[in-house]
């Protein structure tokens, strides 16, 4: 079992930066596969990145260059650090794991943390 705990949301002026933190506990966390999602009012939960157990990752294209996912196995925490934000990135932000891959149906959830860019 994997229990997520999101951190590190907050209000930040477009072109700023943000570092999330998801902190894991309970079972194996370095044979999990590990993503961050994001859902904006109206619109549906959508891939921002992941990461597999083997470090492999992936982005979604509007991410790309800007944000970048990283886990630290050691201490269980998976990170996600976000440059030049846009205030089209405002929404809330969910730490996810699954055993093979991350999806929208993964097994398990962070609370999410909001991150909202605006002037």
């Known amino acids: 079992q994997v229990q997520l705990v999101e951190s590190g949301g907050g209000l930040v002026q477009p072109g700023g930066s943000l570092r999330l933190s998801c902190a894991a506990s309970g079972s194996i966390f370095s044979i999990y596969a590990m993503g961050w999602f994001r859902q904006a009012p109206g619109k549906q939960r959508e891939l921002v990145a992941a990461?597999?157990?083997?470090?492999?990752?992936n982005y979604a294209d509007s991410v790309k260059g800007r944000f970048t996912i990283s886990r630290d196995n050691a201490k269980k925490t998976v990170f996600l650090q976000m440059d030049s934000l846009k205030p089209e990135d405002t929404a809330v932000y969910y730490c996810?794991?699954?055993?093979?891959?991350?999806?929208?149906?993964?097994?398990?959830w962070g609370q999410g943390t909001q991150v909202t860019v605006s002037s």
């Open positions: 996810a794991a699954d055993r093979r891959v991350v999806t929208t149906s993964s097994s398990y």
């Open positions: 990461i597999s157990s083997g470090g492999h990752t």
